[in-house]
């Protein structure tokens, strides 16, 4: 089974930007959907956004449109979250999760893996 593990967290001054990374432990990441949730302190896991297994078919959260780019490198098993114009709203721990499932990616039961998150903390 695919693990994913993500990278690239820290802290960042508001309207700065940061790029995760989410790479494939175990197995290629090839066949599987890969989704980006977040969960701030007190607040329940949210979606985030989603990538299909070729990168064809992407979805965001609205609260994220237009600062946020999915992207993956298949060659290089790795999924890629590239954040811009951060605010302290953005602030949770990211996690990054994989799944078989065709469609419905921004919920969280489709998902079979998931990593361990990585911090992001905005400034303001």
């Known amino acids: 089974q695919v693990q994913p593990v993500e990278s690239g967290g820290g802290l960042v001054q508001a309207g700065g930007s940061l790029r995760l990374s989410c790479a494939a432990s175990g197995r290629t990441f090839n066949s599987y959907a890969v989704g980006w949730f977040r969960q701030a302190p007190g607040k329940e896991r949210e979606f985030v956004a989603a990538?299909?297994?070729?990168?064809?078919?992407?979805r965001y959260a609205d609260s994220v449109k237009g600062r946020f780019t999915i992207s993956r490198d298949n060659a290089k098993n790795t999924v890629y979250l590239q954040m811009s114009s951060l605010s302290a709203e953005d602030t949770a721990v990211y996690y990054c999760a994989a799944s078989t499932a065709l469609s419905s990616w921004h919920l969280k039961n489709v998902y079979t893996s998931w990593g361990q998150g990585t911090q992001v903390t905005v400034s303001s």
């Open positions: 990538i299909s297994w070729s990168g064809g078919s992407i």
